[in-house]
């Protein structure tokens, strides 16, 4: 309605500017005198202005004649399209004209000038492949999804914009929901194109997302035959299926199938931790623990982590204290430096009675960098040697607001999660998790809840029970219920 009313306004706003333009000319002195020989023509000034006009279109209309005798001559010695061309110029001209400003208008967020915009090119060019283009994604962001459905369905007509129809309409299954839908033209539009990789990644997700882990392999395999894929990195997440394949397969009790499958995992990326872990408890069920232990240390090597420990003492779960630290030295003596290194060895030196050691082995962690494993590691220390239940309360108090330590982490979006996932729980993405300090507070503290029988003593829970509610329930608020149910090697040897 205001638009018709604006081109009203515009159309008598044009005709009275011509109307004074014209009462302008007509009262300017003078005008203008042809002569031709003995001829002489004097012409006023308005009858000077409609002259130009007049002859400007009289040029125009002799070059388009000029151009259609020129067709006609070429048609005349036997070449039958000669004349159809010389219209079709014309056509394409004001379709490719309509088809850039529908062009604009989509890239400017004017969905309606685009719809119509190409509407008006089609009518000329005759070209859907181009024109439906422009009118199914002015229609999805205008939001008329049946519109923009509709549109793509024609574009699975053609073999060269079949691919853009199904990526289209598999979108609009995704913004629905409907993701059983979404991965069977994810499967489709990836067998079109296997080196596209939004399609691919599309495809990987969902088939991660419902379980289908074998399908999810061969996609990847698919990608890397495509180069959509690095090697190394298709390696590493064809391990991470593997992997979860696996951990499925011991579920339903496919035990042999289940360990083959966590020993295939870890071949293909040894430094992967939930593979290298699963791997040797699978060789230690096989009876194979020399094997376990290799396939840990070499992980170990590429990064130091407490779950690796973990399963390292599952190698021989009936050992002493003492030969459980000489056992652990080939693991110790790998970055020695490094913060669970040192964390490591002081608990084992904990669970020993060694005190002293375990100081000695925790070095400046606690002032260096303090971590609330670390903060409640120091608590079990002085409550070893002695120390009053002030101080250990000291240490459990800086480990109430001492950062979490490095935790599994999605480098999308920063979601920390209790373990280890192939798909991230909060953005959904694949192989997205990585082993680091979180920004903002965490939910889990891998070995944490294990001190706490050291932490508060056998001998000495009668004192504690004076402190339970400034002690023992921060410290269980601080760790959760995810991390009471966590094993580390200092658990395992305290209950033996």
Known sequence: ML?????????????????????????????????????????????????????????????????????????????????????????????????????????????????????????????????????????????????????????????????????????????EGDTETAMKLAERAFALKPRHGETGDILLALQAAEGDWAGARKTIAAKVRAKALPKDVG????????????????????????????????????????????????????????????????????????????????????????????????????????????????????AAGDFPAARAALGDLPERHPSQRALTLMAAIERGEGASDDVVRGWLAKAVTAPRGPQWVCEKCGHVHAEWSPVCQNCHAFDSLAWKEADGDAVSMPGGADMLPLIVGEAQRPLVAEAEHETLEPEAELLGPEALENETPTADTDEK
């Open 235 to 350: 390696r590493r997440r064809d391990a991470i299926l593997a992997l979860q394949e696996a951990r499925d397969l011991f579920a339903k009790g496919e035990d042999m199938r289940a360990r083959e499958a966590a020993i295939e995992a870890n071949k293909l990326s040894p430094d992967l931790v939930p593979a290298a872990a699963l791997a040797a408890r699978s060789y230690v069920q096989q009876g194979n623990p020399k094997a376990a232990a290799r396939v840990l240390t070499k992980a170990w090597q590429a990064h130091p982590h407490p779950d690796l420990a973990a399963a390292f003492a599952d190698i021989v779960p009936d050992e002493t204290p003492e030969e459980r630290i000489k056992r652990f030295r080939a693991l110790t003596r790998i970055h020695p430096d490094d913060d669970e290194t040192r964390m490591l060895l002081a608990e084992l030196h904990i």
């Open 3 to 175: 638009w018709s009313l604006l081109k009203i306004v515009l159309f008598v706003l044009a005709v009275a500017a011509l109307a004074w333009g014209a009462g302008v000319v007509m009262e300017m002195p003078g005008g203008v005198r042809i002569a031709f020989g003995s001829t002489e023509f004097n012409l006023g000034p308005l009858q000077a202005v409609i002259a130009l006009i007049v002859l400007v279109l009289v040029i125009w209309l002799m070059l388009k004649l000029a151009g259609l005798a020129i067709a006609v001559v070429r048609f005349l010695r036997g070449d039958e399209t000669a004349i159809s061309r010389y219209f079709d110029r014309n056509r394409e001209r004001k379709g490719y004209e309509a088809l850039a400003d529908g062009l604009m208008a989509l890239a400017s967020g004017e969905e309606r000038v685009a719809m119509a915009k190409a509407a008006r090119a089609e009518k000329f060019l005759r070209r859907p492949e181009l024109t439906n283009l422009v009118t199914a994604q002015a229609a999805e962001m205008a939001g008329d999804r049946k519109k923009a459905e509709e549109t793509y369905k024609k574009l699975l007509a053609d073999e060269r914009t079949r691919f853009v129809g199904i990526r289209g309409i598999m979108k609009q299954r995704l913004a």
